[in-house]
């Protein structure tokens, strides 16, 4: 309900989908073209995970993982990029996972790692048509999805530890560098990728 007001607020609309169901995209796409006359900005910021070894993990979970993390980006900037103005801009969220790895969350480092592939050749395909691909990679954020890793808090705390800035992200942080990426600030920019980690990664 919060984003379908924040969505009013706007002048948008919100519309329910499960990424893991790809074949629906279409439709959901078509559905909210209904409502709007172009797509301006299309940002891919759906994820999920749960830490595990990954020789306990098994093909089931890999589906799940990459379905989500991978495939439902993929697919809904398929359906979407067609109604993408001049000038538009895709910004998918990845993680640092996805750029050096992360112990436990093996699959979903590569299927992050795959979105920014993706996205950076995407954004050679289609600057032509002057629509710029970007990718944020946030580090360790203050979010329930972290605290569902390890309700004591000592993981959280020990990232901290280990940021440079000695503070784990915000959501906010992340939604900024969503924000710069998606606006005429960043006109000049595309096959990026930019890190929301306090220097946790540097790369």
Excluded at 16 to 31: A, G, H, R, T, W
Excluded at 92 to 114: L, N, T
Excluded at 147 to 165: I, N, V
Aim: hydrophobic content about 45%; proline content about 5%.
């Amino acid at each position: 309900d919060a984003v379908r007001e924040v969505a009013r607020e706007i002048g948008g609309a919100a519309f329910e989908m499960d990424l893991e169901e790809v074949d629906s995209m279409p439709s959901v796409v078509n559905d909210l073209m209904g409502r709007l006359e172009s797509i301006d900005l299309l940002v891919n910021c759906a994820g999920w995970d749960r830490a595990m070894p990954f020789v306990e993990t098994d093909p089931a979970f890999w589906r799940k993982v990459i379905d989500i993390n991978l495939m439902g980006p993929i697919a809904l900037t398929h359906a979407a990029l067609p109604h993408i103005v001049n000038g538009g801009a895709i910004v998918s969220v990845s993680s640092d996972a996805g750029r050096v790895g992360s112990s436990g969350e093996v699959v979903y480092s590569g299927a992050k790692g795959g979105v920014i592939g993706f996205s950076k050749a995407l954004a050679r395909e289609v600057a032509i048509r002057g629509v710029r691909v970007n990718v944020v990679a946030p580090g360790p954020t203050d979010t329930p999805f972290l605290a569902g890793f390890d309700e004591t808090g000592r993981l959280a705390a020990a990232m901290q530890r280990q940021t440079p800035l000695k503070k784990l992200a915000r959501p906010g942080d992340v939604a900024s560098a969503i924000a710069f990426l998606g606006s005429d600030d960043a006109g000049h920019i595309t096959g990026q990728v930019l890190s929301v980690s306090g220097g946790l990664t540097m790369v």
